[in-house]
T-cell receptor, first 111, second 119 residues
């Protein structure tokens, strides 16, 4: 699986939008972009995934660059409960059930 | 529906001992994966089991073993514990097939983990 690069940490104010970047310059055509987050003292939880087009769900939006070498997870209105480590992960079309996690981005949300 | 459940939640062992961790997947999920998360790092893949067979193994020594039972629950065993085995051990299950869905799109559902401390 190709590698991703994320900032170690980011800060946000409550109720403001947050844009979490991820670089994946070696992404292949069959790689899906997945985002998981891990709240303190919990296991990771799925946030969103996409292939080429931007995606929206109840938790977040995923904006994917046209060349697919980068993507951005967007939290439209950060809450204190969004403070977590966010992981950007690539999964190939033929991948098995395992994920390759990096160190992720630790998001702090200030009231 | 209950999520992925793991037991015990916390345990303390000494070097050289053996430990067994247990995982019950979400009802209907047939694939279970195990991950090790050392403090400050992302989770690292250890094993995947699907339909009671090992389908994937990460870069871990033979001291680590696992199995899956007919009811799809799973156990992770670690022998001859080392201080470096201290970590959060996470179990994840997937709904559909081996990859959790077509073309690597499936979502993994994680438990809250078993925190192992080796003294």
């Amino acid at each position: 699986d190709a590698k991703t690069t994320q900032p170690n940490s980011m800060e946000s104010n409550e109720e403001e939008p947050v844009h979490l970047p991820c670089n994946h310059s070696t992404i292949s055509g069959t790689d899906y972009i997945h985002w998981y987050r891990q709240l303190p003292s919990q296991g990771p939880e799925y946030v969103i995934h996409g292939l080429t087009s931007n995606v929206n769900n109840r938790m977040a939006s995923l904006a994917i660059a046209e060349d697919r070498k980068s993507s951005t997870l967007i939290l439209h209105r950060a809450t204190l409960r969004d403070a977590a480590v966010y992981y950007c992960i690539l999964r190939s079309g033929g991948s098995q059930g395992n994920l390759i996690f990096g160190k992720g981005t630790k998001l702090s949300v200030k009231p | 529906d209950a999520g992925v459940t793991q037991s015990p939640t916390h345990l303390i062992k000494t070097r050289g001992q053996q430990v067994t961790l247990r995982c019950s997947p979400i009802s209907g999920h047939k694939s279970v994966s195990w991950y090790q998360q050392v403090l400050g790092q992302g989770p690292q893949f250890i094993f995947q089991y699907y339909e009671k067979e090992e389908r994937g193994r990460g870069n871990f020594p033979d001291r680590f073993s696992a199995r899956q039972f007919p009811n799809y629950s799973s156990e992770l065993n670690v022998n001859a514990l080392l201080l470096g085995d201290s970590a959060l051990y996470l179990c994840a299950s997937t709904r559909l097939g081996l990859a959790g869905g077509p073309a690597g799109t499936g979502e993994l559902f994680f438990g809250e983990g078993s925190r192992l401390t080796v003294l």
